[in-house]
């Protein structure tokens, strides 16, 4: 059995209790004013494609549209796309589901995914008709979101997502690297305060908020950064640890900028003092 047969959509559910059970306040859904409508079946929330929470971002996935491939399951979508196309509030739904996509990773909150079975408005269909729902119970993320052009890539965690760290990396590699400097640094650096940075940030650079890359076995990837260099005294600890992407790690360290870089950082850090 595959991922997708464990998440093919059989009932008919509604948007609203999925919405609900993925910890979502639905509780503006209620209509006032004498109106009879439920708040279930509210339209102005109820056939939306995204749903913004304090500590999760609902999207509705078309299962037909996800691919799995070794052991992984990917949705690609490009909201603005859609939003060129598409006019009155078919335009409005999919402006939010990419502003929904940016609030995750600005945010780093975890993605819940309602997948949906049915008809999707394509040639022969003049219009969506989910049949069926069902609320993944495991969280997905942003893997990649390209900002010009608004193309996204959604990935499916595989249980509790792993983030690595460029010691890490390291420590499994297959090479044989120069032992003195890996011992140097890997010693003056304590792991728990890498792996508690690397958490923190949820798998996105702390510096862009964009996610990391994925590595061939399904980790993520940012690397752990001192903001106050060991060398300046800097401590080793959570306050003073941020993680990056490799090219804002690189621009800390080398760039014209890295002094407003590092002030950036240190009011970032602030945040947790
Ligand atoms: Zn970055
Ligand atoms: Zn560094």
Redesign the pocket.
Known sequence: MTILDEIEPIRRQRVYDLVHAAGVDVSHWDVSKGNSSSAASNPKYCFDWSFVGESAVVLNLWHDGMEEREGIVRYALNPRQTAEKATGRRLLRARQMEAAIQTAMRARLPIRAIVNAGNRKNASNRTTSVKRRLLDPVAWRVESYDDETGHCTLVRSQGRPTFIDQFTAREIGTESPDKKTVTTEVTARCPQVRQQVLTRANGYCEYCREPGFTTGDGKIFL????VI?LAESGPDTPHNVVA?CPNH?RE??HGAMRDAIRQQLLAHLQTFA
């Open positions: 690397e752990t950064h001192h260099p990056l790690h800390a360290h």
